[in-house]
């Protein structure tokens, strides 16, 4: 059986998922213990935010105790306004800890930020601020739970309403390109009206990542992670555990092709 190298230089995409990106940090630190040097990352909400941490020179390990910590929920803040349910605290020393940089040019990764322009209704793509903390959490605000944020006269809330999966953005980069998608395909048949509309939204989600899935050089999922619950703190060592395994088996299984 014929060795291959996996590719020593990457660009990474990652999806939005909110807790579920315990999962992502899972792969990336498969990929720094194989000594992957990522070049490139585009995210979305909680991929944003991985992805802005890992740009300013954190490894995996860092970013996963800081998220699991009780200081890191101090972010979220209970504001239940007729708009919205929750704010997140912008000033929050926590954010600070994984978030060190002021502006995108400073990073040691090229970093690539989707957010959704409410007025515009559309996708608006950061890669050049000198606030990248305000464009990351903006990126972090689903809407209509968190608080939009206002930047530069613009009204912001959650990349993943537009574009949950920004792989295009990496094209640029002439690098091979991993995507790690928190939104695995369901594939049992929903039994109550909320896990219709659940279904309804994610199916929608998923005839996008049918096309943008056939863009990456390696693909990163599972469907155990319909397991995982978006909004809690309960399974983020599962899902880290289970992005560690995903991602070696990747590497073992080119390696070995």
């Given at each position: 059986?014929?060795?291959n190298q996996?590719?020593r230089e990457i660009?990474?995409?990652?999806s939005?998922g909110a807790?579920r990106?315990?999962?992502q940090?899972?792969?990336?630190?498969?990929?720094?213990?194989?000594n992957?040097?990522i070049?490139?990352?585009?995210?979305?909400?909680?991929?944003?935010l991985?992805?802005?941490?890992?740009?300013?020179?954190k490894?995996?390990?860092?970013?996963?105790e800081?998220?699991?910590?009780k200081?890191?929920r101090?972010?979220?803040?209970?504001?239940f306004f007729?708009?919205?349910?929750f704010?997140?605290n912008?000033?929050?020393?926590?954010?600070n800890?994984?978030?060190?940089?002021?502006?995108?040019?400073?990073l040691c990764?090229?970093?690539?930020v989707?957010v959704?322009?409410?007025?515009?209704?559309?996708?608006?793509y950061?890669?050049?601020?000198?606030?990248?903390?305000?464009?990351?959490?903006a990126?972090?605000s689903?809407?209509?739970?968190?608080?939009p944020?206002?930047y530069?006269?613009k009204?912001?809330?959650?990349?993943g309403?537009?574009d949950?999966?920004?792989?295009?953005?990496?094209?640029k980069y002439?690098?091979p390109?991993?995507?790690?998608?928190?939104?695995p395909?369901m594939?049992?048949?929903?039994?109550?009206?909320?896990?219709w509309?659940?279904?309804?939204?994610?199916t929608?989600?998923?005839?996008?990542?049918?096309q943008?899935?056939?863009?990456?050089?390696?693909?990163v999922?599972n469907?155990?992670?319909?397991s995982?619950?978006?909004?809690?703190?309960?399974?983020?060592?599962?899902?880290?555990?289970?992005?560690?395994?995903d991602?070696?088996?990747l590497?073992?299984?080119?390696?070995?092709?």
């Open positions: 059986m014929e060795n996996f590719p660009a990474l995409c990652l939005g807790a990106g315990a999962y940090l899972g792969v990336i630190s498969v990929l720094e213990e194989n992957i040097q070049k490139a990352i585009s995210g979305t909400s909680i991929g944003a991985i992805g802005a941490s890992v740009a300013c020179g490894s995996a390990k860092e970013i996963f800081v998220i699991k910590s200081e890191f101090s972010v979220f803040k209970y504001r007729k708009s919205y349910v704010e997140l912008h000033s929050a020393e926590v954010i800890k994984i978030i060190g940089i002021t502006a995108f040019s400073e990764i090229a970093l690539n989707c959704c322009d409410v007025v515009k209704e559309s996708a608006l950061v890669d050049d601020s000198d606030d990248l903390k305000e464009i990351v959490l990126s972090c689903i809407a209509p739970l968190f608080k944020v206002v530069k006269g009204t912001l809330v959650d990349g309403i537009v949950n999966f920004p792989v295009e953005q990496l094209q002439g690098l390109i991993i995507g790690v998608n928190l939104y395909r594939k049992h048949v929903p039994s109550s009206l909320f896990s509309l659940k279904w309804v939204v994610h929608a989600w998923q005839s996008r990542y049918h943008k899935e056939k863009l990456c050089d390696f693909y999922s469907e155990q992670l319909n995982v619950k978006v909004f809690s703190f309960k399974d983020l060592d599962r899902a880290y555990s289970l992005g560690k395994v991602m070696q088996h590497i073992d299984e080119y390696t070995n092709s």
